[in-house]
């Protein structure tokens, strides 16, 4: 995440326990299955690793999740 020049790493996990880094496969990231023809609701949980020292402000980022079929 992003705050001007400052960058807030985080990781988004497909489990509540976050031990299942969410991502494209490789990395040991793990990807997650929709079905075609039908709705698919996937929870995911994000986290901020601790001890990193940025500035205070609002840091943003944007997700974007491409589905193939």
Known sequence: MKSGANILNYNIYTSASRTIVWGDGTGGSHTQTAYKNSTTTL???????????????????????????
Request: hydrophobic fraction near 50%; charge should be negative.
């Open 43 to 69: 929870n995911l949980f994000g986290q901020i690793p601790a001890g990193q020292d940025v500035a205070n402000g609002i840091y943003i980022d944007d997700l974007i999740a491409t589905v193939n079929f």
